[in-house]
């Protein structure tokens, strides 16, 4: 449950320094929490992990990986719509969004054009305002929630290994496919269908945010990682049709002005719920902090 604990950190940040205020008084005090979540039964999967892959210096594919959920979890059926994103920017506690996203405030469409820091700003409003633990989830639990709903497309390591030009054109076109058959306006909730947990449009055209952070492995022959984790945290995984990589879009000295721009207009959010009580104290301490009873 670590990784709960430290989600949930994060995103107490995130609110906090991105200039949040939650002494609004739309969160003075707890409201009863009406989200629509669908359950995860317990259960095991294979998948093909997150991150770039290099093998003598050239890109791979990893071999499947299998994860285990011990216990079963619960998620957002659908995307947070637009009016529930715009009550937490009411309250202070969320930013606005660009100009494009702004007037946008309908109960029956998804809240797009988010960034990670808006999302984990969201989650820890949510959180405080109903007393629930509310996270980002891993990229693992929202491929196990998408269950048959999600189609992981892979380029397969039939080229030459020594000629990675071969695979960069496949991944282009790869990319560019996808592209073409991607309409990016807001679709009114269950209008891509619902997956057999109970998950709303997760093979539709809005994104998920994860909190799962972009990652690249060098494998040696037999494919084991023959290097250290190198971890990049400043861009995550997100989850739709497919994966993708996004940065956080927030300046960094560190990573350079290129990590300034406007999240897609395709890319939303849904939360987990932690029911582990491990959050539960960084919750509360949030409450206590901002002087909320």
Same mark, same amino acid.
Request: hydrophobic fraction near 40%; charged fraction near 20%.
């Given at each position: 449950?670590?990784?709960?604990?430290?989600?949930? &950190?994060?995103?107490?940040?995130? +609110?906090?320094?991105?200039?949040?205020?939650?002494?609004?008084?739309?969160?003075?005090?707890?409201?009863?929490?009406?989200?629509?979540?669908?359950?995860?039964?317990?259960?095991?999967?294979?998948?093909?992990?997150?991150?770039?892959?290099?093998?003598?210096?050239?890109?791979?594919?990893?071999?499947?990986?299998?994860?285990?959920?011990?216990?079963?979890?619960?998620?957002?059926?659908?995307?947070?719509?637009? !009016?529930?994103?715009?009550?937490? &920017?009411?309250? %202070?506690?969320?930013?606005?969004?660009?100009? *494009?996203?702004?007037?946008?405030?309908?109960?029956?469409? =998804? !809240?797009?054009?988010?960034?990670?820091?808006?999302?984990? @700003?969201? @989650?820890?409003?949510?959180?405080?305002?109903?007393?629930?633990?509310?996270?980002?989830?891993?990229? !693992?639990?929202?491929?196990?929630?998408?269950?048959?709903?999600?189609?992981?497309? &892979?380029?397969?390591?039939? @080229?030459? =290994?020594?000629?990675?030009?071969?695979?960069?054109?496949?991944?282009?076109?790869?990319? $560019?496919?996808?592209?073409?058959?991607?309409?990016?306006?807001?679709?009114?909730? %269950?209008?891509?269908?619902?997956?057999?947990?109970?998950?709303?449009?997760? +093979?539709?055209?809005?994104?998920?945010? $994860?909190?799962?952070?972009? !990652?690249?492995?060098?494998?040696?022959?037999?494919?084991?990682?023959?290097?250290?984790?190198?971890?990049?945290?400043?861009?995550?995984?997100? *989850?739709?049709?497919?994966?993708?990589?996004?940065?956080?879009?927030?300046?960094?000295?560190?990573?350079?002005?290129?990590?300034?721009?406007?999240?897609?207009?395709?890319?939303?959010?849904?939360? &987990?719920?932690?029911?582990? %009580?491990?959050?539960?104290?960084?919750?509360?301490?949030?409450?206590?902090?901002?002087?909320?009873?």
């Amino acid at each position: 449950m670590r990784m709960s604990i430290r989600i949930s &950190v994060l995103a107490v940040a995130a +609110a906090l320094l991105g200039g949040c205020n939650f002494g609004a008084s739309g969160v003075s005090s707890q409201k009863q929490d009406s989200t629509e979540l669908a359950l995860i039964k317990a259960g095991e999967f294979s998948h093909y992990p997150a991150g770039d892959y290099l093998r003598n210096g050239n890109p791979v594919s990893p071999t499947p990986h299998m994860v285990r959920f011990e216990h079963d979890f619960q998620i957002m059926a659908r995307h947070v719509s637009q !009016a529930e994103y715009a009550a937490c &920017v009411s309250d %202070g506690a969320c930013k606005r969004l660009d100009k *494009a996203q702004r007037d946008a405030i309908s109960p029956d469409l =998804p !809240a797009v054009g988010i960034s990670w820091r808006d999302a984990t @700003a969201y @989650a820890a409003w949510l959180s405080a305002r109903t007393g629930q633990n509310y996270r980002l989830p891993t990229y !693992a639990e929202w491929v196990f929630a998408a269950g048959s709903a999600y189609k992981e497309e &892979v380029i397969v390591d039939a @080229a030459d =290994p020594n000629d990675p030009a071969q695979r960069w054109i496949a991944e282009y076109e790869l990319e $560019t496919r996808r592209k073409a058959s991607v309409d990016a306006k807001p679709k009114p909730f %269950g209008t891509y269908g619902m997956n057999e947990a109970g998950l709303k449009d997760v +093979a539709g055209n809005v994104w998920d945010w $994860t909190d799962t952070c972009h !990652a690249r492995r060098h494998l040696d022959v037999t494919g084991d990682v023959a290097m250290p984790l190198a971890e990049n945290c400043g861009i995550r995984v997100v *989850a739709g049709r497919h994966r993708s990589y996004i940065s956080d879009f927030i300046r960094d000295p560190k990573g350079g002005a290129c990590s300034v721009g406007v999240p897609p207009s395709n890319l939303g959010l849904r939360l &987990v719920l932690d029911t582990s %009580g491990k959050g539960a104290g960084v919750v509360q301490s949030l409450r206590s902090k901002l002087g909320i009873s």
